[in-house]
């Protein structure tokens, strides 16, 4: 009958199309957790440099170890600081061959508090790399990022802070990650997003973890 003839081609081409776009192409941004990877692009003169973030610990407390061309180190940002911390720096706490920890700010993402502020009041007061200023809520935008392999597209919030510089974090109050900062020639951005790969950590192991986070599971 037609009728089955067309039902069976639809078909076809519904398989056709999950077998040539996998699971996740075009799904949601999978849950952080242990083990996932961040990458950003820092482009200069003559190459591009890489910034990357493994996370040992993502909620309530996030732990970090970080890696560029030519040094190492981790960040610890206790919940207190995830939830309500009004201060945000940009490098201060990646410092080399150091155990670090936040006090009272967050870096790469920004504290709950902040996020709500700029959503809600369209500015937000703070300290940023520990000077009083404040971020703008200039509104919403997307933003493509390889997650596990495959361009994703991301809705992200866009911010001018007081030193003109703009940047972009991820839509979402239980996650919002730096994707982009440009200030006058110097730029990073994120480029990938990996959750999918396991023992991805070079320097942080479990008895590390516990020691830095008690309650940790």
Request: proline share 5%; aromatic share 10%.
């Amino acid at each position: 009958m037609p009728g089955k003839n067309i039902s069976r081609f639809f078909l076809a081409v519904l398989c056709t199309a999950a077998w040539c776009f996998p699971s996740g192409h075009d799904e949601k941004m999978p849950v952080f957790g242990k083990d996932t990877v961040l990458v950003w692009e820092i482009p200069m003169e003559d190459l591009t440099k890489d910034f990357v973030v493994r996370i040992a610990c993502f909620s309530p407390d996030l732990l970090m170890e970080w890696e560029d061309e030519k040094s190492q180190g981790t960040v610890l940002i206790p919940r207190q600081e995830m939830m309500q911390a009004k201060g945000y720096v940009n490098t201060r706490l990646f410092k080399s061959g150091v155990d670090t920890r936040a006090e009272n700010e967050t870096t790469i993402w920004l504290s709950r508090q902040i996020y709500r502020d700029l959503k809600e009041g369209k500015e937000a007061k703070l300290k940023i790399d520990r000077v009083q200023g404040r971020m703008t809520y200039l509104g919403e935008d997307e933003f493509t990022v390889e997650v596990n392999d495959f361009p994703v597209s991301l809705p992200v919030i866009r911010v001018r802070d007081s030193r003109k510089a703009e940047l972009w974090f991820l839509d979402r109050e239980d996650n919002p990650l730096l994707v982009q900062y440009r200030l006058r020639h110097y730029s990073k951005t994120l480029v990938s997003i990996t959750t999918n790969r396991k023992n991805t950590l070079r320097w942080i192991k479990d008895q590390k973890i516990r020691r830095l986070i008690p309650d940790y599971k």
